[in-house]
């Protein structure tokens, strides 16, 4: 009894709090950097694509939501030939952009993805890439890795020495 | 046994083993590189270390190296000591310092070894400030990737290529912290085997070229246990699919067949799954093909099997299954081997040997073994390529064992070369051309089929004086074989090879007649048959009469109508004949997988599934029954087994409509019923109920990513996961996780082993059989049924006859096999058309290396150029077997060679 009376008067107080409920869609919601929503992929400071289909993230997916299929540009730079997400199904839990060693994949604050048709919620690569750095400038993978794929040459990397020259036995 | 000590807990071990080993068998995961359990230890990578221990009292001991180190009784070792951890995770932090940024881009990911160990030893953070060692690569041909930044220096891949394989050209260059592993030039990888390198190494230094074309994880394929069907060896294979295309092929590993390996045949040739040749629907000459559906193709065909008199064309391709409901279908009187009258003979010479209980058909695992071997008549590299592995490793055998006596354990590689130094074991190649085992042999004659018959013969016949002799030998060839004879009579384990490549009976007889002879009460030889194709013995083995006779039928009028399976006849015979057969049939019913000239023939045509699309049974050379099991279900919903179409024609035949129509209960049961040869090949797999605590065997790894997504462009609400009613496998990942029983092993995984390395754990001991046993089982008996009884018919001398040639088929590993010259890398390094003359012809003809010279056979002409071989035997000339261009020769083969005029 006491606890009824409680709560009610609990909630008779609250008339006077301000409103947490704003007026959307006309007021917008003010989301913070690192809200995960909408999930794009990004591209690196030369612009190429960042993914490079290493099908981390759809490992990760725990529901199994993100397909691609990995292929190659004829310098060996390795990028998706398609790249799916069915949002019906994403639960926005950001393992994917955890789980990506390129920073290509990222959950942005962004939440207005509603659609009638559910089937509209299945995103292939054009919905996905945006022209943007995203979250994470600066970064390029292909600098880094060992791989010559048209974005440096064998030893020309940041942290590589020039080729080996095999024939020589100097120390 | 002995007993040893591992962290103060005693353990019941073999003696003669390394440590290394016997942890792993123990279950212990202990990290190693350079070690492989094929090809022993050499100490190079320092990563398998553990602390030993002087006795129970010491408490210092010492960091050794356990692949170096023999199992001795009492032994006390550590391998959870700090100071041993700490030097393991340094080893790797140190291989880390030049290690390349590349997992994401890098095609061992998900299955790297080298990742696995990593994570194993616990090095997590790269304290090394300074720059990395980089490698310039090399174009190594169509099968192979090369990555070099990310070698470890374990020396694996030249251990394997070089000294397992016999491969010449991939080395180690340069010195000190700059070796690099290649070879000396761009270009391809020659060896047979080169594939094998993609899984010896143990980082993505060598790739599989050919899934980079369209790359997957191991862990986003659905996979299962197959059986490899581009010879008859019948090694074990792992198909992996994604996204209904067939991407990758690996060994799965099998003690008794082919072990930890495979040949580049077999694991690059699986393209003509995702062929565009790929028959996709079922046509009706002069009906459009869309208007052709089950009902009407069920009514069309129910037509034509009652107004005609039809009998049925097996093939040695198509499953023991298939091949079984066309001759339910047809009746037993209708049903014809779909080989040649000659290679029918052969076969059956070859089953009435085996059938006799009185030779031991080896294994490929037993052939290894063997410490001496003689070779009649076969191109083993070429026609049988893991057979020609073992050959390498078999003549190291006696050095093994010599070895042996001064305490070299048969796992210490290093110390074993070092001691063998060039000396080679007794294995004797009779061939008409030089072969790639030559180099390994102690000697090697080149001689026409019949002498090489003749020879074996005399090596009978020094054996047991009851053995026919050949007439007018001469004294050479007599010594020759009075030198084999006598070696094969001393050898423990001694073994002969033979087959049907060069399509002779009489070596086949000769052959059986020196096993025979070598029989003794407590030893029985081994007799290797090779056969032609991937179910040629199982084919035989229905004891059905051959192609020659069909058309024998078909043109008295007896039948009017064939069923073709799976078969090319245009592969079997001469154009002429082949015509001929199909100009007496009023009605050709084809079932095949790809489009061929066969195929063209068809009236109705039906597309089948292939190895990776169908389930089925084939016997390999040995005489053993193995399972391949359907790897997808394909998405078009035509593409269905051989035994499933014409086990509904049978059905429908009978009158069930075609809503009623059933799945056939186990065929093989029915088969065994119906055939006791085969007794035995329905226990090769658990039957399609079986269930491990109620479940199946997922073809999928349970890291199976994208089921949502992947389907999703079609339509958001993802379909139901096909079910499979016909083998205890599931399409999906759901299922028993453990290991399952050995012949339904689809893929190899274990929690921190996500390479191929983690085999070891489905090994009752490191190396050796699968647990519960290595799948398949051998159908032949190995108790004599028969009484001793030697083979006659020794062919005369063979003479060279003026202004014609014998002509013999000359096998090549890329190029011979119908269907494996699919895959474009293949169809790269299959040899253009030639004909081989020897050195003597060549100059009687004047013609020299490349000219054209016309070759007449029978009815047929073909313009070759000369590849001239010095040691081919005057009177004979080779034409490559069955490569494009060069098929429809009616083998043996006697033609008309002349120099072309231009
Ligand atoms: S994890 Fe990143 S790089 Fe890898 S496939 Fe996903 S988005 Fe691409
Ligand atoms: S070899 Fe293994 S550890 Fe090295 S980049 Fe490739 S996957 Fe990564
Ligand atoms: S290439 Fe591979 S197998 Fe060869 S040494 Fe390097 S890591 Fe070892
Ligand atoms: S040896 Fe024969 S069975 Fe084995 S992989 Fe090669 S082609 Fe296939
Ligand atoms: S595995 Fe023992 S030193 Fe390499």
């Not at chain 2, 695992?365 to 590299?381: F, P, R």
């Given at each position: 009894m006491i606890s009824n009376l409680r709560t009610i008067g609990l909630t008779f107080l609250h008339m006077f709090r301000k409103r947490e409920t704003i007026q959307y869609p006309e007021e917008k919601v003010v989301l913070h950097p690192r809200w995960r929503g909408r999930i794009v992929l990004t591209r690196d400071p030369d612009m190429g694509e960042r993914c490079v289909g290493c099908y981390l993230c759809a490992a990760a997916c725990p529901v199994d939501c993100i397909s691609l299929q990995a292929t190659e540009d004829e310098n060996g730079r390795r990028y998706p030939e398609f790249f799916r997400i069915n949002f019906s199904r994403c639960i926005f839990c950001g393992y994917c952009e955890e789980a990506c060693p390129t920073y290509a994949i990222q959950l942005i604050p962004d939440f207005e993805m509603a659609e009638y048709q559910r089937q509209d919620l299945v995103y292939e690569k054009e919905d996905l890439l945006i022209d943007s750095e995203g979250k994470y400038p600066g970064y390029n993978y292909y600098k880094v890795a060992g791989l010559a794929s048209g974005v440096k040459g064998k030893g020309e990397g940041t942290n590589e020495e020039p080729p080996v020259d095999i024939h020589s036995l100097l120390p | 046994m002995a007993v040893i000590y591992i962290d103060d807990k005693a353990y019941e071990v073999k003696p003669g083993k390394?440590?290394?080993?016997?942890?792993?068998?123990?279950?212990?995961?202990?990290?190693?590189?350079?070690?492989?359990?094929?090809?022993?230890?050499?100490?190079?990578?320092?990563?398998?270390?553990?602390?030993?221990?002087?006795?129970?009292?010491?408490?210092?001991?010492?960091?050794?190296?356990?692949?170096?180190?023999?199992?001795?009784?009492?032994?006390?070792?550590?391998?959870?000591?700090?100071?041993?951890?700490?030097?393991?995770?340094?080893?790797?932090?140190?291989?880390?310092?030049?290690?390349?940024?590349?997992?994401?881009?890098?095609?061992?990911?998900?299955?790297?070894?080298?990742?696995?160990?990593?994570?194993?030893?616990?090095h997590t953070y790269r304290r090394f400030q300074y720059k990395k060692r980089t490698y310039k690569n090399q174009y190594l041909g169509?099968?192979?990737?090369?990555?070099?930044?990310?070698?470890?220096?374990?020396?694996?891949?030249?251990?394997?290529?070089?000294?397992?394989?016999?491969?010449?050209?991939?080395?180690?260059?340069?010195?000190?912290?700059?070796?690099?592993?290649?070879?000396?030039?761009?270009?391809?990888?020659?060896?047979?085997?080169?594939?094998?390198?993609?899984?010896?190494?143990?980082?993505?230094?060598f790739t599989d070229k050919t899934l980079k074309e369209h790359y997957t994880r191991k862990w986003d394929m659905t996979m299962a246990p197959s059986i490899c069907q581009h010879c008859s060896l019948g090694c074990n294979i792992i198909a992996g699919e994604r996204y209904g295309e067939l991407r990758q092929i690996t060994s799965r590993f099998n003690g008794e067949v082919n072990g930890y390996f495979i040949c580049d045949r077999g694991r690059f040739g699986y393209e003509l799954v995702n062929s565009i040749n790929r028959v996709q629907q079922p046509l009706i000459r002069g009906k459009i093909p869309d208007a052709v559906d089950k009902q009407s193709l069920y009514n069309h065909l129910n037509e034509i099997l009652s107004n005609t008199k039809v009998i049925g064309i097996a093939s040695p391709r198509a499953s023991l299954e298939s091949n079984f409901t066309l001759m339910q279908l047809v009746g037993k009187e209708n049903f014809y081997q779909g080989i040649s009258e000659t290679e029918a003979q052969l076969m059956r010479t070859i089953l009435h040997t085996m059938n006799s209980g009185q030779i031991h058909t080896?294994?490929?695992?037993?052939?290894?073994?063997?410490?001496?071997?003689?070779?009649?008549?076969?191109?083993?590299?070429?026609?049988?390529?893991?057979?020609?592995?073992?050959?390498?490793?078999?003549?190291?055998?006696?050095t093994i064992e010599n070895a042996g006596q001064i305490n070299i354990p048969s796992w210490h590689d290093a110390a074993l070369r070092e001691f063998a130094q060039q000396e080679k074991g007794e294995l004797f190649i009779a061939y008409p051309t030089q072969t790639k085992l030559d180099e390994i042999a102690s000697d090697s004659r080149h001689k026409s089929p019949d002498d090489i018959a003749r020879l074996g013969f005399a090596i009978a016949n020094y054996l047991n004086i009851m053995?026919?002799?050949?007439?007018?030998?001469?004294?050479?060839?007599?010594?020759?074989?009075?030198?084999?004879?006598?070696?094969?009579?001393?050898?423990?384990?001694?073994?002969?090879?033979?087959?049907?490549?060069?399509?002779?009976?009489?070596?086949?007889?000769?052959?059986?007649?020196?096993?025979?002879?070598?029989?003794?009460?407590?030893?029985?030889?081994?007799?290797?048959?090779?056969?032609?194709?991937?179910?040629?013995?199982?084919?035989?083995?229905?004891?059905?009469?051959?192609?020659?006779?069909?058309?024998?039928?078909?043109?008295?009028?007896?039948?009017?109508?064939?069923?073709?399976?799976?078969?090319?006849?245009?592969?079997?015979?001469?154009?002429?004949?082949?015509?001929?057969?199909?100009?007496?049939?009023?009605?050709?019913?084809?079932?095949?997988?790809?489009?061929?000239?066969?195929?063209?023939?068809a009236n109705v045509l039906i597309p089948v599934g292939t190895f990776a699309e169908a389930d089925g049974t084939i016997v390999n050379n040995e005489g053993r029954a193995q399972c391949f099991f359907q790897v997808f279900m394909p998405k078009n919903e035509n593409l269905r087994e051989s035994w499933r179409w014409l086990d509904e024609f049978r059905q429908f035949k009978n009158g069930t409509s075609p809503e009623d129509l059933t799945t056939p209960g186990d065929l093989m049961d029915e088969m065994v019923g119906l055939m006791s040869q085969f007794k035995g090949a329905e226990t090769v797999a658990p039957p399609a109920d079986f269930r491990i605590y109620g479940q199946k065997v997922p073809r999928e790894p349970h890291r199976y990513s994208g089921r949502t997504a992947m389907l999703a462009n079609i339509n958001v609400s993802e379909p139901k996961p096909p079910e499979d009613p016909d083998s205890a496998l599931s399409f999906t990942m759901e299922g028993y996780k453990g290991i399952p029983p050995s012949p339904l092993i689809p893929f190899y995984w274990s929690p921190g082993w996500n390479s191929v390395q983690s085999i070891n754990k489905y090994q009752t001991e490191i190396g050796g059989p699968l647990l519960g046993g290595d799948p398949g089982k051998r159908l032949f008996p190995e108790t004599p049924v028969a009484e001793n009884a030697f083979l006659n018919n020794i062919p005369p001398a063979f003479k060279p006859s003026p202004g014609e040639w014998l002509i013999v088929p000359l096998p090549h590993i890329f190029g011979s096999e119908e269907l494996s010259i699919y895959t474009p890398g293949i169809a790269e390094r299959s040899p253009k058309p030639y004909v081989a003359i020897s050195k003597h012809d060549a100059e009687n003809l004047n013609i020299s290396e490349s000219d054209i010279m016309q070759v007449q056979i029978r009815d047929q002409n073909y313009a070759l150029p000369a590849r001239i071989k010095e040691e081919l035997p005057q009177g004979l000339a080779g034409i490559p077997f069955n490569i494009p261009g060069l098929s429809g020769i009616a083998w043996p083969a006697k033609g008309i060679l002349t120099k072309a005029v231009i």
């Open positions: - | 390394n440590l290394l080993e016997t942890c792993l068998t123990l279950g212990f995961n202990l990290p190693y590189f350079c070690w492989h359990p094929a090809m022993g230890s050499v100490g190079a990578c320092r990563q398998c270390a553990v602390k030993l221990f002087k006795d129970e009292q010491d408490t210092n001991g010492r960091i050794v190296m356990s692949c170096m180190e023999a199992v001795k009784d009492n032994m006390h070792l550590s391998v959870d000591d700090h100071t041993a951890k700490a030097f393991r995770s340094q080893v790797i932090e140190w291989l880390m310092t030049n290690h390349p940024h590349d997992c994401a881009v890098c095609d061992e990911g998900g299955s790297c070894h080298l990742q696995d160990m990593t994570v194993m030893t616990g169509p099968f192979i990737n090369h990555e070099m930044n990310r070698c470890i220096q374990c020396y694996r891949c030249v251990r394997f290529y070089k000294d397992y394989a016999g491969g010449k050209d991939l080395d180690v260059f340069a010195a000190h912290n700059h070796v690099y592993f290649g070879r000396a030039q761009d270009g391809m990888l020659e060896n047979e085997f080169s594939g094998n390198l993609a899984e010896v190494c143990p980082t993505g230094v080896p294994s490929l695992k037993e052939t290894e073994k063997a410490d001496a071997v003689l070779v009649l008549g076969e191109d083993l590299t070429n026609a049988a390529p893991l057979l020609a592995l073992a050959l390498r490793q078999a003549v190291r055998k006696k053995a026919p002799a050949p007439e007018g030998m001469d004294d050479d060839t007599l010594k020759y074989a009075r030198q084999i004879a006598d070696i094969l009579k001393e050898a423990e384990r001694p073994l002969i090879i033979c087959g049907t490549s060069l399509y002779n009976e009489a070596i086949l007889k000769a052959a059986s007649n020196i096993a025979f002879a070598l029989d003794t009460k407590d030893k029985k030889a081994s007799l290797c048959f090779v056969v032609p194709e991937c179910n040629s013995m199982g084919l035989a083995m229905m004891q059905a009469p051959s192609l020659n006779q069909a058309v024998e039928v078909l043109e008295k009028g007896e039948a009017d109508t064939v069923i073709i399976l799976e078969n090319d006849l245009y592969r079997r015979g001469s154009k002429k004949d082949i015509d001929n057969l199909f100009n007496h049939c009023k009605q050709v019913i084809v079932l095949d997988h790809l489009h061929n000239d066969t195929t063209n023939r």
